[in-house]
């Protein structure tokens, strides 16, 4: 019986010592290292789709190795897309990009192989930014 109650507590001893200690990554760069095109913007609860500027505009933003980025413009099917090239840090759920002198701040929502949602907050307001991986 001495054995069986050392066992058992032994057993709770490991389940609560090790709680936290298991905790995932806060962001797998595996899952952030790839082109994220746009779906929608929600906006005070209103959920906005993205138009992409016409049937053939994909924009994106693409996170690279190195902590360097990219955001494409593509408008009216042009073959040369605007691109705009910055960088990146990660740090817990915090995201922080700089492209083209403007720095930005946003939590990590969600993030899979397929989805990544952004939040961030301007002039007070909550946005949300919605991108997945298949164009």
Known sequence: ???LVLGLGFALFCLVSCGDDDAAPAVNLDNLQ????NVS????????PYD????CGKDYTEFLANNAMKEVDVVD?????DVYEG???IADDKLTTA???????????KLNTSSLELKTTFNGAEIVYVYTSTP
């Open 99 to 109: 492209v083209a002198g403007e720095t930005l701040v946003y939590t990590i929502q």
């Open 1 to 3: 019986m001495k054995k």
């Open 77 to 81: 099917c042009q073959s040369d897309a």
């Open 41 to 48: 913007t929600i906006f005070a609860g209103a959920t906005v």
């Open 87 to 89: 960088t990146y840090s």
């Open 52 to 55: 992409g500027h016409e049937s």
């Open 34 to 37: 790839k082109r994220w095109y």
